[in-house]
């Protein structure tokens, strides 16, 4: 029977034959993907609602952590800061040096300036300058200065007792470090 269709007709029924297999073909293929979709959607939709708890979390973590390195910061900052000022406390204070001077000056030592300066942890040597009334008041002055515990020596030049009276005098007092007193 397909020997009675004329050519022209036989080869426009072919190529309609092939059009509709592909077709087919075509609606199966799409069929089966949208099947493929459907079942992979709630998959889809768990798996990204996982990462972005998972995003979320890894944020907070992130804050955290950036939160603990300001803190560990602060906390080496403030302990610092704490030695510091326990350091300070132990550090001996330049008042009752000058309060124990002027407590040992009379009325015949005049003292007009005292210089302190600070050697490490403790005091450098005090220099002293002043007016005494005579020789015996400097040297009554001194001995008094070299009573005191704290007091390690005191230089006194010769040559402040060189006058008479109104004897102008320099006088060098070492301190004792804390650790011999």
């Known amino acids: 029977m397909i020997n009675l269709i004329p050519p022209l007709a036989k080869k426009s029924l072919l190529i309609e034959y092939w059009v509709r297999v592909a077709t087919v073909w075509l609606m199966l293929i799409s069929v089966a993907l949208l099947c493929s979709a ?24 992130m804050e955290k952590t950036a939160d603990y390195k300001n803190v560990s910061k602060d906390l080496v900052l403030s302990s610092q800061q704490a030695k510091i000022i326990v350091d300070e406390r132990n550090i001996d204070l330049f008042s009752e ?12 030592i005049s003292v007009s300036q005292i210089t302190l300066s600070r050697e490490g942890v403790g005091i450098a040597p005090i220099r002293i300058v002043g007016i005494a ?26 040559s402040s007792l060189a006058s008479d009276k109104d004897a102008h005098f320099s006088i060098t007092v070492v301190i004792a470090k804390p650790e011999s007193v």
């Open 97 to 108: 040096y000058i309060d124990l001077i002027e407590s040992l000056q009379t009325s015949s």
């Open 133 to 158: 009334s005579d020789r015996q008041a400097l040297a009554s002055f001194r001995d008094r200065l070299l009573e005191q515990e704290i007091v390690k020596s005191v230089d006194l030049p010769i």
């Open 38 to 61: 459907a079942i992979m959607w709630p998959a889809f939709v768990l798996i990204d609602g996982q990462v972005s708890v998972y995003e979320t979390s890894a944020a907070e973590a």
